[in-house]
């Protein structure tokens, strides 16, 4: 039975007496509400206040709506539930790549900005605590001094010994024996007694001795004195690397054993070579001196955005754009270009340039310029100087193939160096979250955020698995010298190499967003660059670069639209050519003067070095100067010099040559002076050379 007394009632198991429960009441909202007259026998019950009950109702509400959103969030994968795959830590980059392996089409944009900012309080200039600089620095100047000594060696080597590859030398440059010297004391003692020595080809002496240990190099005539071996014991890496590289593109292949250095009469490139005597700053030291002549209120932005059917090949059409602008305090600039390739076409169009700096250029901005695919053609014979000017309009369009073959080479590259890179980092686990995955908006999508963090422990790792990959796959061959760098290894394993890293974590920040496909659609580098406390007009700042690369617009179609009213590039070249023309510039008259006196110099020679004296094999009639097959205006130097006087249109001079086949004994050649012609500047084969009315009108100047 329920009690409705004021009495307290004990709880059972409980001797504290516990509130007496109220009667429930149940209020009739629909009967009309009355004021009714206290009474002493009855208590009213409580009622509701009307706010509250609208409040409770609408928090009621809100709760079923967030309910029902929730679930309906979570069937339709609508935001926050948006089905967006977590990538994990120990397969990161493979999983994008095989995302990215799905993208046939899509929109790049790349972007880099620089911008001095107000210095953080955690912002540091670097500086290496940990380093031998002084014993570095004398290994340097070691190396140094080895590859002077070296290089004298073998200039003497070759110049002393050996066959005398042209007899008609003249007798200072012939060589004095056939056969190489037995010890280093022979070769000092002929130097020294040699004819060059006379003529002050050798002022500085021949030391064959190490700095280090002040014993003779290791050398040996070899072959019966046909061939000799010179070897050499450097002390850095450096000198390594850098000697080696020049032998990357030639079969003259060096002895390379530990630091030990072995050359040989067929090692000819290497008589001249350089070693730098201080050892390279670290690269944020560099960096930080390098920024310290910024001005405080510098600012740059750069971007570029490509967009393509890459799967379509060389016959996709593709569209792009460049912008570039900064400030440096009171000058600004601003740079943009669009260009487009329709077909076998190509268009661009120049929408931004510094005027001051442009020409003819800056009023062509705004207009479309169209590029057949006849005036990207280069003649086979680049003499030829009437189809092939050099204009830079013109040159610009026989060049746009090129940039396009080698854009796409290089993407191909890097593609394949990404995918063998990603399988390796991931092997040993280079990376690793900064924190937990999240999802964030960014330009109205729904992006999953990650922050990543390279793992210092991983770095040497990662380098020698790559090292092995890249020996084994001649898609990689690119990196062989970088990844066969033992002294780069050993920095890996220096303590200063753990300072440059613990700085680099500490003011670098690599991000990637993805979108809800599993596309990597946004990456994202910052660097805080701080200069030194030197830099007195940065004081307080630091300097913030930002690179960043966009995808968008992935696999949609690409419609590329020919634009409207497009000039053809070789009307735009001549216009530019005139515009440009030299004969109205003193300058310009002065250098065609100089030009044909340097055509009556070649001329010359070419009489000299014929066995039958003669100014070419044929005479060349009296009109504008062509290259003409075996006569004198063909010589290469010649007609280089015909189409440099013109501005690439060698048919505006007037030549001549007279005499019979194999003997032509006088020539003559005007060049116009102004764009109407009305004077020229001519020479002769009788010496002359002065200004004329007109154009040559004989075999000589009149």
Same mark, same amino acid.
């Given at each position: 039975?329920?009690?409705?007394?004021?009495?307290?009632?004990?709880?059972?198991?409980?001797?504290?007496?516990?509130?007496?429960?109220?009667?429930?009441?149940?209020?009739?909202?629909?009967?009309?509400?009355?004021?009714?007259?206290?009474?002493?026998?009855?208590?009213?019950?409580?009622?509701?206040?009307?706010?509250?009950?609208?409040?409770?109702?609408?928090?009621?509400?809100?709760?079923?709506?967030?309910?029902?959103?929730?679930?309906?969030?979570?069937?339709?994968?609508?935001?926050? =539930?948006?089905?967006?795959?977590?990538?994990?830590?120990?397969?990161?980059?493979?999983?994008?790549?095989?995302?990215?392996?799905?993208?046939?089409?899509?929109?790049?944009?790349?972007?880099?900005?620089?911008?001095?900012?107000?210095?953080?309080?955690?912002?540091?200039?670097?500086?290496?605590?940990?380093?031998?600089?002084?014993?570095?620095?004398?290994?340097?100047?070691?190396?140094?001094?080895?590859?002077?000594?070296?290089?004298? *060696?073998?200039?003497?080597?070759?110049?002393? @010994?050996?066959?005398?590859?042209?007899?008609?030398?003249?007798?200072?440059?012939?060589?004095?024996?056939?056969?190489?010297?037995?010890?280093?004391?022979?070769?000092?003692?002929?130097?020294?007694?040699?004819?060059?020595?006379?003529?002050?080809?050798?002022?500085?002496?021949?030391?064959?001795?190490?700095?280090?240990?002040?014993?003779?190099?290791?050398?040996?005539?070899?072959?019966?004195?046909?061939?000799?071996?010179?070897?050499?014991?450097?002390?850095?890496?450096?000198?390594?690397?850098?000697?080696?590289?020049?032998?990357?593109?030639?079969?003259?292949?060096?002895?390379?054993?530990?630091?030990?250095?072995?050359?040989?009469?067929?090692?000819?490139?290497?008589?001249?070579?350089?070693?730098?005597?201080?050892?390279?700053?670290?690269?944020?030291?560099?960096?930080?001196?390098?920024?310290?002549?910024?001005?405080?209120?510098?600012?740059?932005?750069?971007?570029?955005?490509?967009?393509?059917?890459?799967?379509?090949?060389?016959?996709?059409?593709?569209?792009?754009?460049?912008?570039?602008?900064?400030?440096?305090?009171?000058?600004?600039?601003? =740079?943009?270009?669009?260009?487009?390739?329709?077909?076998?076409?190509?268009?661009?169009? *120049?929408?931004?340039?510094?005027?001051?700096?442009?020409?003819?250029?800056?009023?062509?901005?705004?207009?479309?310029?169209?590029?057949?695919?006849?005036?990207?053609?280069?003649?086979?014979?680049?003499?030829?100087?009437?189809?092939?000017?050099?204009?830079?309009?013109?040159?610009?369009?026989?060049?746009?193939?090129?940039?396009?073959?080698?854009?796409?080479?290089?993407?191909?590259?890097?593609?394949?160096?990404?995918?063998?890179?990603?399988?390796?980092?991931?092997?040993?686990?280079?990376?690793?979250?900064?924190?937990?995955?999240?999802?964030?908006?960014?330009?109205?999508?729904?992006?999953?955020? @990650?922050?990543?963090?390279?793992?210092?422990?991983?770095?040497?790792?990662?380098?020698?698995?790559?090292?092995?990959?890249?020996?084994?796959?001649?898609?990689?061959?690119?990196?062989?010298?970088?990844?066969?760098?033992?002294?780069?290894?050993?920095?890996?394993?220096?303590?200063?190499?753990?300072?440059?890293?613990?700085?680099?974590?500490?003011?670098?920040?690599?991000?990637?967003?993805?979108?809800?496909?599993?596309?990597?659609?946004?990456?994202?580098?910052?660097?805080?660059?701080?200069?030194?406390?030197?830099?007195?007009?940065?004081?307080?700042?630091?300097?913030?670069?930002?690179?960043?690369?966009?995808?968008?617009?992935?696999?949609?179609?690409?419609?590329?639209?020919?634009?409207?009213?497009?000039?053809?590039?070789?009307?735009?070249?001549?216009?530019?050519?005139?515009?440009?023309?030299?004969? @109205?510039?003193?300058?310009?008259?002065?250098?065609?003067?100089?030009?044909?006196?340097?055509?009556?110099?070649?001329?010359?020679?070419?009489?000299?070095?014929?066995?039958?004296?003669?100014?070419?094999?044929?005479?060349?009639?009296?009109?504008?100067?062509?290259?003409?097959?075996?006569?004198?205006?063909?010589?290469?130097?010649?007609?280089?010099?015909?189409?440099?006087?013109?501005?690439?249109?060698?048919?505006?001079?007037?030549?001549?040559?007279?005499?019979?086949?194999?003997?032509?004994?006088?020539?003559?050649?005007?060049?116009?002076?102004?764009?109407?012609?009305?004077?020229?500047?001519?020479?002769?084969?009788?010496?002359?050379?002065?200004?004329?009315?007109?154009?040559?009108?004989?075999?000589?100047?009149?």
């Amino acid at each position: 039975m329920i009690n409705f007394s004021n009495e307290q009632i004990p709880v059972q198991g409980s001797s504290t007496p516990q509130p007496t429960p109220q009667p429930v009441v149940i209020p009739n909202f629909s009967a009309p509400f009355t004021a009714t007259p206290a009474s002493p026998q009855y208590e009213k019950p409580p009622i509701i206040h009307e706010t509250k009950k609208i409040v409770f109702i609408a928090i009621a509400l809100m709760v079923l709506l967030a309910v029902g959103f929730t679930a309906f969030a979570y069937m339709k994968k609508v935001w926050p =539930f948006t089905s967006t795959p977590k990538i994990s830590e120990s397969n990161f980059f493979s999983e994008i790549l095989s995302s990215v392996a799905g993208i046939d089409s899509s929109k790049y944009t790349a972007t880099a900005s620089l911008n001095v900012v107000t210095r953080e309080s955690d912002a540091k200039a670097f500086t290496v605590t940990v380093s031998n600089v002084a014993e570095t620095r004398q290994k340097y100047q070691n190396d140094s001094t080895r590859a002077k000594n070296t290089m004298y *060696i073998l200039n003497a080597l070759r110049d002393f @010994y050996g066959t005398n590859p042209n007899p008609n030398d003249n007798v200072k440059y012939k060589k004095i024996k056939s056969t190489y010297p037995a010890t280093l004391a022979e070769l000092v003692l002929n130097v020294k007694t040699g004819k060059k020595a006379a003529f002050g080809i050798y002022r500085d002496p021949i030391t064959t001795t190490d700095p280090l240990t002040n014993t003779d190099y290791e050398y040996s005539a070899t072959s019966g004195g046909t061939n000799f071996a010179l070897s050499v014991n450097f002390e850095t890496q450096n000198a390594i690397t850098t000697i080696t590289k020049k032998e990357e593109k030639s079969p003259e292949k060096l002895s390379v054993i530990g630091q030990k250095i072995t050359f040989t009469k067929d090692n000819s490139k290497y008589s001249w070579f350089y070693l730098p005597s201080e050892p390279p700053k670290p690269f944020f030291v560099q960096l930080s001196e390098m920024m310290r002549s910024i001005p405080p209120d510098v600012s740059a932005q750069l971007s570029a955005i490509a967009q393509s059917q890459w799967s379509q090949g060389d016959s996709a059409d593709w569209i792009f754009n460049t912008d570039a602008s900064g400030s440096f305090g009171d000058l600004k600039y601003k =740079f943009n270009a669009d260009a487009l390739k329709k077909d076998k076409d190509y268009y661009f169009k *120049i929408n931004n340039i510094p005027s001051i700096l442009s020409g003819y250029i800056g009023a062509l901005k705004g207009t479309w310029i169209k590029i057949p695919e006849a005036s990207t053609k280069k003649p086979a014979d680049t003499r030829d100087y009437s189809s092939y000017s050099y204009s830079a309009v013109s040159y610009f369009a026989r060049e746009f193939p090129d940039f396009e073959k080698h854009y796409k080479d290089y993407r191909k590259y890097l593609v394949t160096l990404l995918k063998s890179s990603a399988e390796v980092a991931d092997s040993v686990k280079l990376i690793s979250f900064a924190e937990n995955p999240k999802q964030e908006k960014v330009d109205g999508q729904n992006l999953t955020r @990650y922050d990543l963090i390279v793992k210092k422990e991983a770095i040497l790792p990662f380098y020698n698995a790559l090292s092995l990959k890249a020996e084994s796959d001649n898609d990689l061959k690119n990196l062989e010298l970088f990844v066969k760098d033992t002294g780069f290894k050993e920095y890996l394993e220096s303590p200063e190499f753990n300072e440059v890293f613990d700085y680099f974590t500490a003011n670098t920040k690599f991000t990637i967003w993805m979108d809800a496909s599993g596309y990597p659609v946004l990456l994202q580098e910052k660097l805080r660059i701080v200069p030194p406390d030197t830099a007195v007009g940065l004081k307080d700042k630091q300097i913030d670069i930002i690179f960043k690369l966009t995808l968008s617009e992935i696999n949609q179609a690409l419609n590329v639209e020919v634009p409207a009213g497009a000039r053809l590039v070789d009307d735009v070249a001549k216009e530019s050519k005139q515009n440009e023309d030299y004969t @109205y510039d003193p300058s310009g008259a002065a250098m065609i003067k100089q030009k044909l006196s340097s055509i009556r110099a070649e001329a010359e020679i070419l009489y000299n070095k014929s066995s039958r004296n003669t100014y070419g094999y044929r005479p060349f009639l009296l009109g504008p100067c062509k290259n003409t097959a075996s006569t004198m205006f063909a010589e290469a130097n010649i007609w280089k010099t015909l189409g440099d006087i013109t501005g690439g249109n060698p048919s505006l001079a007037t030549c001549v040559a007279t005499g019979t086949a194999d003997n032509v004994q006088s020539y003559a050649i005007s060049a116009p002076l102004s764009g109407g012609k009305a004077y020229s500047w001519c020479v002769d084969s009788m010496g002359t050379s002065k200004q004329i009315v007109g154009a040559l009108k004989d075999i000589t100047c009149k």
